[in-house]
């Protein structure tokens, strides 16, 4: 059989939903320049939950930030899709973090006056964007919100109030949703509670989700660890464990 011949019955996979190519960032201070970024490579596929992980100052946050268009790489190539976001104008990265990016970060953002349900609805009416009825009824069901729709945020637990968050940063089927210390001002039950929902959007909604986290708990929810140190992608776990994560950042911090 010739080498060059393709199998027509083998399974091709799915091309990347994002894909960073030696993603640089230097932070000139005057006296030094510092590397938050160093020649980063890495792919994030639909469906799958990764988490970011590393000592503090390792590059987790700035990674985010610059796979999400919410900073501007030194140099590099950042893809969403067929798009290159490094290089776009402000006005295209708005509109392509609008339209193709979920956020979901430590603090719940939302609005006080507005209930549960408005809050989930209020990026698509800003958006002028028609709700797709049958996806909403399953994210509500995906995270359990079906009770509280009707509810203020000020009468929701923070657990709740996350998986609010949840639910509007999943309502517009993003490409991507970015999450960052999610769990980071919950005690470990809401934790639990958000994170074995992002799980399942994930599984069930086939939803690509990129989560920085300092927890190795957290991180023993993903799919996929990758590790970060000096800026630098060093390390990667399949089908992590919290007792696994944890080894390798202690190898991590002590190397």
């Known amino acids: 059989m010739n080498a060059s011949a393709v199998d027509p019955h083998s399974p091709v996979a799915p091309p990347p939903v994002v894909v960073a190519r030696d993603l640089t960032k230097v932070y000139d201070t005057g006296e030094t320049r510092v590397h938050a970024l160093d020649g980063v490579d890495v792919e994030f596929h639909r469906g799958a939950f990764t988490a970011i992980m590393g000592p503090s100052g390792s590059g987790k946050s700035t990674l985010m930030h610059c796979l999400a ?29 609008r339209d193709r990016i ?13 209930t549960a349900e408005q809050n989930i609805l209020l990026p698509s009416q800003i958006a002028k964007r028609r709700v797709d009825k049958e996806r909403f009824d399953r994210i509500i ?3 359990g919100l079906r009770e509280r729709l ?17 639910a509007r940063a999943l309502l517009n089927a993003p490409e991507v949703v970015y999450a960052d210390e999610p769990t ?9 509670e958000v994170l074995e929902f992002l799980r399942s959007s994930a599984k069930e909604l086939h939803q690509t989700i990129v989560m920085v986290t300092h927890d190795p708990v957290a991180a023993s929810y993903a799919d996929r660890v990758v590790f970060l140190r000096d800026g630098r992608l060093v390390d990667e776990v399949t089908e992590p464990t919290a007792e696994l994560v944890s080894q390798r950042l202690l190898k991590l911090e002590e190397a």
Do not use: W, Y
């Open 69 to 97: 268009g919410l900073d501007v790489p030194t140099s590099g190539s950042v893809h969403l899709g067929r798009t290159q976001i490094t290089g776009l104008r402000d006005a295209e990265l708005t509109l392509l973090r």
């Open 184 to 192: 980071g001002n919950l005690d470990s039950r809401s934790g639990t």
């Open 150 to 166: 009707r509810h203020l945020p000020a009468k929701l637990s923070g657990g709740q109030q996350q998986r609010v968050a949840v």
């Open 141 to 143: 069901d995906v995270v």
């Open 102 to 114: 979920g956020f979901i970060f430590q603090s719940f953002n939302l609005l006080p006056m507005l």
